[in-house]
């Protein structure tokens, strides 16, 4: 393979850039020509690509967001739209392509195959909701930017001695919500992977107060419910007046960690290798601490499973 | 003087550590005994109320929130209540009381002059809505707050190229939204003291884009509209699609800044200083870099203003 | 078991604090009564020990340090310092005891349980320089410490074109040099594990210079030289001048990382669950994403090898 | 004026890129062409200059160093260098120059006046070194950055009840150790502005031991003495093990703080407000919080003062 092209799709998250950079690198290292494609499959599309060398991903690893930008494509769902993205590519030269994304991503990814192109997909996604990874990129990072967030609520609601709800993002996958859950010492962590009832959350509120604790932190995956209802909830059925806080987009931002890169790295490097053997069609992920790498047909169809041991931590650390 | 308490009252901000630092240290100093109430004036009518040392307030200066505690009294608003907190005060031969909160710790504060006891307020507030000082303590380290999660947006929104909302606190004083818009390099910045119609703000997002402007930021007091609706207006009079952000109670955390430090410091010890020389009543403030006080129905009366010369900034910056 | 007590001894880690909670926390569940011991073997010797519950580990969860304090012991090295220990321990009816430290802890805890106490080591050390586990608490804050640092660093080299020399600790292990130097995007990484002449260093900066970089950073484990040195070193052998950055201690604080929290969480529970099981003697550790024990005399002598994996994939990312 | 150019020089400061974005932004609110010159007044001679526009400046303002890069230039010490750099400007129809820097930087921005060129300072040093101005652009975030620095420190120095001594920039100007002394809750500060013995950091350890200080912090500006000296003194004069930390460059990086943005944006219109009134050879600067302007010759007479009164506030506040 001579010439390879990398793409950013669906929502971004903190690390595709070191992911990109990884890419690139290790496309330099073996003499493989490296592109860059624009605004993911739309860029694709229109031929919004360029070359890239050795210096082009200068700079970028500490960075949040994707320097070549992501956006959603309608065009990309037709069959015209993915030969177009197909045309593009063989136009230059360029055999394979990794795509950097979510599910939606990774869908487009397999489709692509069927034009003839050799994809790999790298799992880009603070909702770390791919079931065939242990983890994605741009989790550990929002995780910590959650905790920044909890820390900071923590100063005012101690001061006060007020019940915080915080609502996350995650809308099937609970993850977020559960690791910065348990990070940040919440009292209660309610997501979508199961369900609690507004009584179920009031009783781990007055056992707390029974033990003498002033100020509780719920948080709450967006999937499982709403953070201004579950106030409403509280103040009529318990009396509890609440504070709520909802995260929103700052959960996408920030530098990314250390683990986020390092994984972003791992997995660029291996995107390539695969491409390098004349693979096609796979994603790659990471599993007990493993990279590895499985046809993304079979990948798209397991089903993420809630890390119980995990969950049942939550209620022996807010014993 | 020979004894002075000090307590944190209504919304806390970071900073009041380093103040209820500066005045406990202070009294050391000068060979005063400190004491610390608890919970604000609720905890003053009730009692709540112990000495401190110099090593009480150690490991406190960095720390967000209130180790005093906060809260909002309906009972102070009584005239029996104001006697009660008075008596509570007297019956451990405490003759001076510094006060560090808002305007309406403010007017308690006035209020209890009139029951004998010597009173001195510390503005302790991240909204900077009192008019008498240039900055209140709390202002720099909530402004900053707000500077980190706009760099976190900017990683998502140019990735994604969309134009971002941010509602952050301020309901009748724009001041945290003019100096973080400005600061943030924000296109649009909204505030109480200046309405601006849902055209106003679609100009501006049309000149930008015609200068190559691929995202906004809208800097928006939550005093002068609603992110949500905002959201709304911008999609059905301009077919722009933003998306929003409301930050929320991490305004009011956090580490305290540099200069939030060094201006409760300041005051603190200012505050200790007047009661010493047995004046009471009086606000301690900063103005032009100088630490001054004046009585506290004075500094009450005057009327905020819009600090127009960075207003103008803005529209320059933004070209 | 009754009662169980907790330590922290030898150098402190991020996330020391999260560990001690979930040991007092797993007690309190089990219905075990916790006690922690202040400063190390030397309060054990002096029967610094105090009874704990679930609320004296409220709002540590997120803070560096460790709140039992640490410290050496001369005197428990001796037979004699160890049977007054466990004379301690006995005294109060305390039949188990966690240790959270380094291998020096560890060695300790081994003797300890020849006086007749259940121990259970938990591996704290920014160093990551016990063997037998993939990672021990507080090395994946201290990599995200020194990111921060060459973040920072960046700006100024960038801005002035500069080589910069930073010097992380890790005296026998390269890790923090490692995971910092690939995540912080270093174009030299230099480890105890694997000397290089400064001729090859000044190859790669060549290398680097014919590619168009202007500023390099080069990463250096204590353990493997002196910033210095290899200052002088690269001025007198290749007329480069650079900076040099120490680190420090500050690599030794900060709030514990999302992943230092779970670890310390999940490794205090199983140190507890062990206790229960009448264990005695192990070292909890993690592998491949695993919770795991084994005697503690075993796990010391495991050597620690290089991850030769990503030892390569620093020359890949450097290309 | 019709064409304006703007650069950086010395050492970088946090706040530049804010101060250059207000420059090229404020030319072209008033229809002025602006200029970028890379690599200061090196890059000057060598006619390294290129336009400008709103665009280039986009994204800039929360970033640390300079996008202009700096440097320092022998050449620009000759008066044939300072010829060069001037027919450089002339060549391309440049009348004005905004010097972004610190006091070498303003020396040279004068010597240009002589070569006809209209010149305006903009103070930019983390080192606050400047008497004329109250701050410079980069000092608030330096001592951020220091006090980020020192609760990491507080970790490990609270828990191994340690003395730490922290070495911080200044060589003949202690305001950032002062700052950062009196906000990180320093027991000492040591500064070039008032020499003391070891004796007298003895005394005041010693008087915080007395009343259980069991840890602290000494905060030395570089210009008043070294940290491995301090260190060795109290070891053989008291007895005292202390550990040291030398921040280093990371002093000068980090993303600018709200208040020098607004400062940096401030100065940087105001510069370019002088320059279309046919000013010249003036340093801007914030006294009392407002912006003015003298002449750089007369600003660069006046003597730096100690801050007297904060000066005492510190032996206050460590009482």
Redesign the interface.
């Known amino acids: 393979m001579k010439k390879i092209a990398v793409l950013?799709s669906g929502g971004?998250a903190?690390g595709?850039n070191?992911a990109i950079?990884?890419v690139v690198?290790?496309c330099?290292?073996y003499n493989i020509v490296p592109y860059g494609v624009r605004r993911g499959y739309e860029g694709l599309i229109h031929s919004d690509i360029k070359k890239l060398?050795?210096?082009s991903v200068?700079?970028i690893?500490?960075?949040?967001?994707?320097f070549l930008?992501?956006?959603r494509s309608q065009e990309f769902m037709t069959k015209e739209g993915r030969e177009k993205a197909a045309a593009s590519l063989r136009s230059l030269g360029i055999e394979g392509l990794v795509v950097i994304g979510g599910d939606g991503s990774f869908r487009g990814a397999e489709r692509l195959t069927e034009e003839g192109i050799a994809t790999i997909g790298i799992p880009g996604t603070i909702d770390n909701d791919l079931a065939y990874t242990?983890f994605t990129i741009g989790f550990?990072t929002a995780?910590?930017?959650v905790?920044?967030?909890?820390?900071?609520?923590?100063?005012?609601?101690?001061?006060?001695?007020k019940t915080?709800i915080i609502e996350v993002m995650g809308r099937y996958c609970g993850d977020l919500a559960l690791?910065?859950g348990?990070?940040?010492?919440a009292e209660s962590i309610i997501i979508p992977e199961d369900p609690v009832s507004t009584q179920d959350v009031i009783n781990r509120l007055n056992k707390g107060k029974e033990?003498?604790?002033m100020h509780h932190i719920i948080m709450l995956a967006e999937g499982s419910g709403n953070a201004s209802k579950l106030q409403e909830d509280l103040l009529r059925e318990a009396g509890e007046s609440s504070?709520?806080?909802?995260l929103?987009?700052?959960q996408?931002?920030?530098?990314p960690?250390?683990?986020d890169?390092?994984l972003a790295?791992?997995l660029g490097?291996e995107a390539v290798e695969l491409l390098r053997r004349e693979e096609s069609g796979l994603a790659v992920g990471v599993r007990?601490?493993?990279v590895f790498s499985m046809p993304i047909s079979e990948a798209m169809k397991q089903k993420k499973k809630l890390d119980q041991t995990?969950y049942n931590?939550a209620?022996?650390?807010?014993?």
């Open positions: 950013t971004d903190p595709m070191a950079r990884a690198r290790a330099v290292y060398s050795a210096s200068g700079d690893i500490h960075k949040g967001g994707t930008k992501t956006a242990d550990d995780v910590n930017t905790l920044q967030a909890v820390t900071k609520i923590r100063d005012t609601s101690t001061s006060h001695e915080t690791y910065a348990i990070a940040g010492g033990r003498g604790k504070r709520i806080t909802v929103g987009f700052i996408r931002g920030g530098d960690t250390s683990a890169r390092i790295s791992r490097i007990h601490s493993n995990l931590m209620e022996i650390l807010s014993v």
